[in-house]
């Protein structure tokens, strides 16, 4: 007889993430609420990712190195498709989560009250490499449920994904799956575009507490791409114009690109703020 199943899978798609996998992995065994599988996938990683995780003896952690390196975008669809309990969330190598992270968004889906919500997310801290807090960052005033729809159109307005990276989004796991794969055609907004395409059908739930955290590094992924972001949420806004499902306005499409623009600049400033820390 297979064991119950998890009623939260947390997956990690990790590649060469030695330096912060193992704070990711306690951050999750740390939660209040521990009824929970965490997934990690290494994708071909050289630097010893694979031995932090077999330190952890925790029978909620499942290992599973992959034969052959995938990439990215597949590795996240792989993790989706590892998922065995009622949620998902994807919790990137470098980021981690505060204590009571799970317990609060699991609250949210079980309030019969919000059987229409898509997605969970929660506030969150944007940390340097050794975990100091850079700025805080959330869905403006946004607070409970929003109509999935406006808070994508929302996110187009501001130029930024409001909702939040992987670490701070909950969904429930059969949800996430018929919203189909993981996709970077621009690459900055993967996490958005499936955001986005879940909350065509349901609403957005705001906690405002900060649940997460999201890590500015050397070498991580964000610091990569600092000159493209601007450049794919700006395609990514003209491909949202073009569904008719989103409502988005000639004037929100104006506005959100000139504020990605900014909005790029403030985070080369981190970024290189950051780098230079790290010289």
Do not use: H
């Not at 939260?8 to 912060?20: E, H, L, M, N, R």
């Not at 003209?238 to 988005?248: S, V």
């Not at 004037?251 to 600049?265: C, L």
């Amino acid at each position: 007889m297979s064991p119950a199943a998890p009623r939260v899978s947390i997956c990690i798609p990790a590649y060469d993430g030695a330096k912060f996998i193992g704070e990711a992995i306690r951050s999750v065994l740390g939660q209040s609420f521990g009824d929970f599988e965490l997934v990690i996938i290494d994708d071909g990683s050289t630097d010893g990712t694979v031995e932090v995780a077999r330190r952890f003896g925790d029978s909620r952690l499942r290992l599973i190195v992959n034969p052959n390196n995938l990439g990215q975008r597949e590795n996240w669809n792989k993790a989706l498709a590892e998922a065995r309990g009622e949620f998902f969330k994807l919790l990137p190598q470098d980021d981690f989560l505060y204590p009571d992270c799970l317990r609060r968004q699991v609250e949210v889906f079980d309030d019969p009250a919000n059987t229409a919500v898509a997605l969970v997310c929660g506030a969150r801290n944007i940390v340097d490499r050794r975990g100091r807090v850079l700025m805080k960052r959330g869905s403006g005033k946004k607070r409970g449920r929003v109509d999935g729809r406006r808070a994508v159109r929302d996110c187009i307005r501001a130029g930024t994904n409001l909702i939040g990276e992987p670490g701070a989004a909950l969904m429930r796991t059969e949800s996430a799956r018929k919203v189909g794969r993981f996709d970077d055609t621009d690459f900055y907004v993967l996490d958005l575009d499936f955001w986005s395409r879940a909350l065509v059908e349901g609403d957005l739930y705001v906690v405002p507490e900060v649940l997460a955290a999201f890590r500015v590094a050397t070498g991580s992924a964000s610091v990569r791409i600092a000159r493209s972001q601007s450049r794919d949420f700006r395609r990514f806004i003209d491909r949202l114009c073009r569904d008719d499902r989103f409502g988005i306005r000639p004037r929100d499409r104006a506005i959100g690109k000139a504020r990605s623009i900014s909005n790029m600049t403030l985070r080369r400033i981190i970024y290189k703020w950051e780098r230079a820390k790290s010289d």
